[in-house]
């Protein structure tokens, strides 16, 4: 007999739905009843791409098809538990992993997406949940807070040493790749304030120069601040400082540079940390203080440049004055000669000592002059002025090149609040006589290469901050611009909110009640799975050895299972996609048929009240047609009915107790016969008389 797990009281065959893909197999008419007759109650209806020039998905099923489909499960008695959002939805922060940019039209087309969907889910399934794929932007997996707790994940073997970091240009939403680890930038060797006043007492013995922790104008600094020259401190945020940073010079007079590596850009980020906390809380990251050296250096370059061309500009332009008023003294004197004595004011201009010189009037010589200095002067300021632009515009992009994370979980969290809200006025409708039950939007955890949200933890950060953008939404009057608008320091203006609801303002918990009823993720037990090949081996320091595979095996379970139980406890799922697999591949094997441990998963998200509960395990289904189903029905030991049918004990029937019998009667194994014992396939008359 088969023994089941422990499970008090057991999932029953109606507790386990299935799905079925818009357009792979036929319509939702035959693919659902075709899950219908191999004895599944519950369903999730995933749309799907067109196939064969059918249309597939949500849009294309009108009203009379959508009625027709809430007949057939009333008819049959079952329940559509779920829609699945089309998987070209990749994400709702807008990322496009092609262009390496955050697109708004790619946001709002898949926000459009999932609101069809939401409606879809209303008028079809009643309610439920719409499940979403994530992903939303890419992220190094070994610095991530999650892989610091005991449990190390790498994205790749190099990753610690070749990772690269991301920036986006918040103004455009274009992604652009700063630094990778393993790299060394150099940059001015600027004094620091200690080093500078320890230099200046040791050639002066003067006592003003010692150091005291105090600069010139009696400022508290710390030794690593810089310094200008009159030892005053340079507040590094200040681009317009900067420049009086003062450069170390080595013995031939020239400027010294040093070589910077990752962990001086994360020594650096600590110290402004301290130095410059942020209102939000958010720390300083390497990768900001990176792009910040090279955009100092460009800064730096550009207002030398804008100096250089500006050196001597004003006495060009006084050169000029005087040459005009030259120029008017000539030109009256020229007029007042006669042309045979002009000669004698003639002057002559020399170009090289192998050319003869030139002779002209003053009035001429003059002239090619003038022309000269205002074509100095223009070019002077045209230099500058570029160089002066180009300087300002870097000093402008500090305040709008942020981390990816920060500028792609803020999309993120808008977006599913808006699906949230979307999702809260679809449930109040009635239909059929009947108000409809509460639908949820449901993020699924993807696979782990594909970006945040795939990481359990990611995945509870997204639900808990979205319901929290949500309340702010129904909550607050106005709100940071939703149409990304800014004021002339680059900052979100606030707008009138389409989204308040004076109810919720006066209630703000209501809205918080609202907003988790209407946020809950979907959990994938086998994308969970697949985070197996990032999972890394301990050193055991005590015994001198690394992990065995088997002992690594076993405490990616234990961490398995305490995600579960995270998210369980925060009340983060919704809905579980039931899957299993055999390595830490993509899998789809019915649960018990893999490695990991699904059954204990969807326990404990039984205990913590979740019922949606689908299998995806079709991987099967080749080998036996209904094994996505009987699988996983024999992996929880479930309850099938009373104890009529196999079983006469009286107590209710699983049903390992019933597969593969016949009236209560179990079918004995199968024997097979190989080699030379084995009959010939070639089928003869007993007579041996040919047919023909």
Same mark, same amino acid.
Do not use: C
């Given at each position: 007999?088969?023994?089941?797990?422990?499970?008090?009281?057991?999932?029953?065959?109606?507790?386990?739905?299935?799905?079925?893909?818009?357009?792979?197999?036929?319509?939702?008419?035959?693919?659902?009843?075709?899950?219908?007759?191999?004895?599944?109650?519950?369903?999730?209806?995933?749309?799907?791409?067109?196939?064969?020039?059918?249309?597939?998905?949500?849009?294309?099923?009108?009203?009379?098809?959508?009625?027709?489909?809430?007949?057939?499960?009333?008819?049959?008695?079952?329940?559509?538990?779920?829609?699945?959002?089309?998987?070209?939805?990749?994400?709702?922060?807008?990322?496009?992993?092609?262009?390496?940019?955050?697109?708004?039209?790619?946001?709002?087309?898949?926000?459009?997406?999932?609101?069809?969907?939401?409606?879809?889910?209303?008028?079809?399934?009643?309610?439920?949940?719409?499940?979403?794929?994530?992903?939303?932007?890419?992220?190094?997996?070994?610095?991530?807070?999650?892989?610091?707790?005991?449990?190390?994940?790498?994205?790749?073997?190099?990753?610690?040493?070749?990772?690269?970091?991301?920036?986006?240009?918040?103004?455009?939403?274009?992604?652009?790749?700063?630094?990778?680890?393993?790299?060394?930038?150099?940059?001015?060797?600027?004094?620091?304030?200690?080093?500078?006043?320890?230099?200046?007492?040791?050639?002066?013995?003067?006592?003003?120069?010692?150091?005291?922790?105090?600069?010139?104008?009696?400022?508290?600094?710390?030794?690593?601040?810089?310094?200008?020259?009159?030892?005053?401190?340079?507040?590094?945020?200040?681009?317009?400082?900067?420049?009086?940073?003062?450069?170390?010079?080595?013995?031939?007079?020239?400027?010294?540079?040093?070589?910077?590596?990752?962990?001086?850009?994360?020594?650096?980020?600590?110290?402004?940390?301290?130095?410059?906390?942020?209102?939000?809380?958010?720390?300083?990251?390497?990768?900001?203080?990176?792009?910040?050296?090279?955009?100092?250096?460009?800064?730096?370059?550009?207002? !030398?440049?804008?100096?250089?061309?500006?050196?001597?500009? *004003?006495?060009?332009?006084?050169? /000029? $004055? +005087?040459?005009? %008023?030259? @120029?008017?003294?000539?030109?009256?004197?020229?007029?007042?000669?006669?042309?045979?004595?002009?000669?004698?004011?003639?002057?002559?201009?020399?170009?090289?000592?192998?050319?003869?010189?030139?002779?002209?009037?003053?009035?001429?010589?003059?002239?090619?002059?003038?022309?000269?200095?205002?074509?100095?002067?223009?070019?002077?300021?045209?230099?500058?002025?570029?160089?002066?632009?180009?300087?300002?515009?870097?000093?402008?992009?500090?305040?709008?090149?942020?981390?990816?994370?920060?500028?792609?979980?803020?999309?993120?969290?808008?977006?599913?609040?808006?699906?949230?809200?979307?999702?809260?006025?679809?449930?109040?409708?009635?239909?059929?006589?009947?108000?409809?039950?509460?639908?949820?939007?449901?993020?699924?955890?993807?696979?782990?290469?594909? !970006?945040?949200?795939?990481?359990?933890?990611?995945?509870? *950060?997204?639900?808990?901050?979205? /319901? $929290? +953008?949500?309340? %702010?939404? @129904?909550?607050?009057?106005?709100?940071?611009?939703?149409?990304?608008?800014?004021?002339?320091?680059?900052?979100?203006?606030?707008?009138?909110?389409?989204?308040?609801?004076?109810?919720?303002?006066?209630?703000?918990?209501?809205?918080?009640?609202?907003?988790?009823?209407?946020?809950?993720?979907?959990?994938?037990?086998?994308?969970?799975?697949?985070?197996?090949?990032?999972?890394?081996?301990?050193?055991?320091?005590?015994?001198?050895?690394?992990?065995?595979?088997?002992?690594?095996?076993?405490?990616?379970?234990?961490?398995?299972?305490?995600?579960?139980?995270?998210?369980?406890?925060?009340?983060?799922?919704?809905?579980?996609?039931?899957?299993?697999?055999?390595?830490?591949?993509?899998?789809?094997?019915?649960?018990?048929?893999?490695?990991?441990?699904?059954?204990?998963?969807?326990?404990?998200?039984?205990?913590?009240?979740?019922?949606?509960?689908?299998?995806?395990?079709?991987?099967?289904?080749?080998?036996?047609?209904?094994?996505?189903?009987?699988?996983?029905?024999?992996?929880?030991?479930?309850?099938?009915?009373?104890?009529?049918?196999?079983?006469?004990?009286?107590?209710?029937?699983?049903?390992?107790?019933?597969?593969?019998?016949?009236?209560?009667?179990?079918?004995?194994?199968?024997?097979?016969?190989?080699?030379?014992?084995?009959?010939?396939?070639?089928?003869?008359?007993?007579?041996?008389?040919?047919?023909?």
């Amino acid at each position: 007999m088969f023994d089941s797990p422990k499970i008090e009281p057991p999932v029953s065959a109606q507790e386990i739905g299935a799905s079925v893909i818009d357009g792979q197999q036929g319509a939702f008419r035959q693919t659902v009843q075709a899950k219908i007759r191999g004895g599944v109650s519950k369903i999730e209806l995933a749309g799907g791409y067109e196939q064969g020039g059918r249309p597939a998905g949500s849009s294309s099923y009108g009203r009379e098809a959508r009625e027709e489909l809430r007949e057939i499960a009333r008819q049959n008695e079952v329940t559509f538990t779920s829609v699945h959002s089309p998987t070209h939805v990749g994400n709702l922060s807008g990322f496009n992993p092609q262009a390496r940019k955050f697109n708004d039209e790619q946001r709002h087309e898949s926000l459009e997406e999932i609101r069809r969907n939401i409606q879809f889910a209303a008028e079809v399934a009643r309610g439920g949940a719409v499940v979403v794929h994530t992903g939303e932007f890419p992220r190094v997996m070994e610095e991530q807070p999650w892989s610091q707790n005991g449990y190390k994940f790498l994205g790749y073997s190099e990753e610690p040493g070749r990772s690269a970091r991301f920036m986006v240009d918040d103004r455009t939403g274009q992604v652009f790749e700063t630094v990778r680890k393993n790299q060394i930038v150099y940059e001015p060797d600027w004094y620091t304030a200690k080093e500078f006043y320890d230099d200046r007492f040791k050639q002066t013995k003067d006592d003003r120069w010692k150091w005291t922790g105090k600069d010139r104008e009696g400022r508290t600094i710390n030794p690593t601040d810089l310094i200008d020259l009159d030892g005053r401190w340079i507040d590094e945020q200040d681009a317009d400082r900067l420049i009086e940073r003062v450069p170390k010079m080595d013995d031939k007079g020239q400027m010294q540079t040093a070589p910077r590596d990752w962990d001086y850009f994360e020594e650096k980020a600590k110290i402004w940390d301290k130095k410059y906390p942020r209102e939000d809380g958010r720390s300083w990251r390497p990768e900001e203080m990176w792009i910040r050296t090279m955009k100092y250096q460009e800064i730096g370059q550009s207002r !030398g440049i804008a100096n250089y061309y500006s050196h001597g500009v *004003e006495d060009a332009v006084k050169q /000029r $004055e +005087k040459i005009k %008023e030259a @120029l008017k003294f000539y030109e009256k004197l020229e007029a007042s000669i006669p042309e045979d004595e002009k000669w004698k004011i003639m002057k002559q201009q020399r170009y090289s000592e192998f050319l003869p010189p030139e002779t002209k009037e003053p009035s001429k010589w003059l002239k090619e002059s003038l022309r000269e200095t205002e074509r100095r002067i223009r070019h002077a300021h045209d230099g500058a002025s570029s160089a002066m632009a180009r300087a300002n515009q870097a000093v402008d992009d500090l305040r709008h090149i942020v981390p990816i994370a920060e500028y792609g979980k803020k999309r993120t969290f808008l977006s599913y609040a808006e699906a949230g809200i979307e999702a809260m006025h679809q449930s109040n409708r009635v239909i059929d006589g009947k108000k409809i039950d509460p639908i949820f939007v449901a993020p699924e955890n993807i696979f782990p290469e594909m !970006g945040y949200g795939s990481h359990p933890e990611e995945i509870m *950060e997204l639900v808990q901050q979205s /319901r $929290e +953008k949500m309340v %702010e939404l @129904l909550t607050k009057p106005k709100v940071d611009s939703l149409h990304w608008k800014t004021d002339k320091e680059g900052k979100l203006i606030k707008e009138d909110n389409p989204y308040y609801n004076p109810d919720f303002a006066n209630n703000p918990e209501k809205a918080r009640e609202i907003a988790e009823q209407h946020i809950k993720a979907t959990f994938d037990t086998q994308h969970v799975g697949m985070w197996k090949k990032h999972f890394q081996p301990l050193f055991l320091e005590n015994e001198h050895r690394w992990e065995t595979p088997e002992e690594t095996e076993k405490r990616f379970n234990g961490w398995y299972k305490e995600q579960v139980q995270k998210l369980a406890d925060n009340n983060i799922v919704g809905h579980v996609h039931l899957v299993d697999a055999i390595d830490s591949g993509h899998g789809h094997l019915p649960a018990g048929q893999g490695v990991f441990p699904v059954v204990d998963a969807v326990e404990r998200f039984r205990k913590a009240g979740v019922k949606s509960i689908i299998s995806e395990g079709h991987g099967e289904e080749h080998m036996e047609m209904g094994r996505q189903q009987t699988a996983t029905w024999r992996a929880f030991g479930s309850y099938i009915g009373s104890g009529m049918y196999g079983s006469f004990s009286g107590r209710p029937t699983r049903w390992p107790d019933v597969e593969k019998s016949y009236f209560h009667y179990k079918a004995g194994p199968a024997y097979f016969v190989f080699g030379a014992y084995a009959p010939s396939n070639e089928w003869k008359l007993w007579s041996e008389v040919p047919l023909e």
